[in-house]
């Protein structure tokens, strides 16, 4: 540890963002249009000019591509998944959904947020002022008993946070049994709201790994549930963070109470990204090569994550950590305790980590064990070199609570 400390190092494995590699990737969407294109929709819509709140038909098309749904159930928006929910959570609050009573006349309104989870969720309905009540991940989801105990009985229960495939930061994928669970509750408020951030459907690391995932709108209409909830996908990690496409699916009364607020919002969306967009990915295999692709660079970070948990904690019952088959994070836990000691020397050493904590809400992890860790923006040497110091942080931290104990 101290040979680490010598070394001033720089490197950070805190932030989920593509590496330029990745970016790369996408360069030749530039190509795809110029000033003798023509920015014309299959249907007549001139994408240079004013109109189509919802989005051009060929952008629905890719997005319900990537989230396996019908286009029809597809709004577009802007450039972020993130703030349609915003929006969609503003309707909520200022409106109502569906004309229920607005969620800001509920003193005591509360989401679910699954944990360990996304951060920025969790901020986003912190800051909307819902309590926020934590829902352990399980194996192949989250736990769907506490879930139908808090939606089922506590109509101030107004909505959940879920990322089903490939969770942030977990990496688990929903089973097909949790997602028809999820379809079929009964929420005790008729405007409890699923939000399915679908983020990461497409982002495989294994070509093994199926290039669908169940469209959980089709199955609750089956069920009998439509309106329960809000897809939401974007392009940005597909091609450039901040400049896709995003987009939200829903029933056909979720949409007409979408838009009944868009409308003052705005008059349009970029259609000439949209159209950029949708031609560059333009069916099911063009996007699947494309995160093939992706999964080339990436593998590789993961993979040699893994191993350095692997040499340097396998076996000592010190720490565990996943290994998704898709997404952008490994989740780590310490034993209880001990990650803010973690992510400490680790930072006193040169190597900055997501902060103890963010993965729940309000940032206090009740057992204080889980790590973020993002292998995508670091090169693969300095994930080597910031795997190890991690694994002998974790050691460090471990021996120093053994020695507590013993104190005692
Ligand atoms: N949802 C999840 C689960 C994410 O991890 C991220 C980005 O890391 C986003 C949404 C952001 O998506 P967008 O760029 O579409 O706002």
Redesign the pocket.
Known sequence: YKEACAEDLHLDLSR??PNREQLELSMDMFDILNSKSTLDTADGTDCRNYGVLTGIPEAKTLLGDIMNTNPKNVIVGG???????YDIITHGMLDGIMGEKPWSQIPDRKFLCVVP??D??FNMTEHFGFQLISIPMLEDGPDMDQIREWVEKDPTVKGIWC?PRY??PTGTVYSREVIEEFANLKPAAQDFRIFW?N??VVHVLYSSESSQYPDILEIAEKAGNPDIVYE??????MSF??G?I?GVAASPANRIDIESFLKYAMICTDKINQIRQARYFSSHNKIRRHMLKEASILRPKFEITEKMLEEGLDGLGIGDWTCPKG???ISFNTLPGLADRVVELCHNAGVKLTGAGATFPYGKDPENRNIRIAPSFAELTEIKTAMHLLTVAVRIASLESMDEDKAD
């Open positions: 989920g963002k450039n972020s998944s993130l703030t349609i929910m989870g996304y920025r969720h990322v969770s942030n951030d983020a990461y939401f996908c974007s392009t940005s990690k963070p901040g896709g995003a997404g952008y994070f």
